[in-house]
């Protein structure tokens, strides 16, 4: 077994083992890292279609009361959606203890780190609390008339972090398969190539170290 273990074709197995797994582990990090940029953009969209058809009028602005109905759209559940006015008289929420009453506290998730304006004026914002992430978003709306209003939606993120760890897992377990096989593959051609080479040459020394 100690023969083994010092051997050569052991030891150009275990580089070539140490190699592969950096190379490849550096590839699944960026990779993993990539799709799950992906999963959150995706989720970014679907989060803005309910504004998007409510300035359409496509839907009604009462569409905020049906948090049910948003998170069919979004794909996400919809934890809490508010259409506020300037001066923050909430019109439509899908709390209706809220309806009738001002805050500016949907306002200040525009000012949080890492807050994102996109192209139609949306602003996003990703966070976690206690290891469960949320999406805030707030979309101007544009009424009839010239008048001014927001939608805020707090969004749950459970089913993005779930393709998350999906997409991990899968490289992960994908990733490792490449690095045995490739491990396993050089090795036996390293047996197969030096082995019986070192043994010919062994033989032959030998036997002139004995005078044949």
Known sequence: MNRFFQSLAFKLSLAIFFIASVLLSSLGIYYIRSFAEEIDQSLYTQAQIPGHLMNDGVVPLSLAQDAAALSRLIGEEVLLSVIDQPDNLILFCSDPALEGTKTDEFHAYAHLPGAVTTECGS????????????????????????????????????????????????????????????????????HFLTVPRLRNTLYCLKAVENGD
């Open 123 to 190: 602003v996003i914002v990703h966070r976690r609390n206690n290891g469960t992430g949320h999406v805030f978003i707030s979309t101007p709306l544009h009424l009839e008339g010239g008048k001014a209003a927001e939608l805020h939606m707090k969004i749950s993120a459970s089913n993005a972090h779930l393709k998350k760890l999906r997409v991990a897992g899968g490289f992960s377990l994908g990733f490792i398969f490449c690095i045995l096989l490739i491990t396993g593959v050089c090795a036996l051609l390293l």
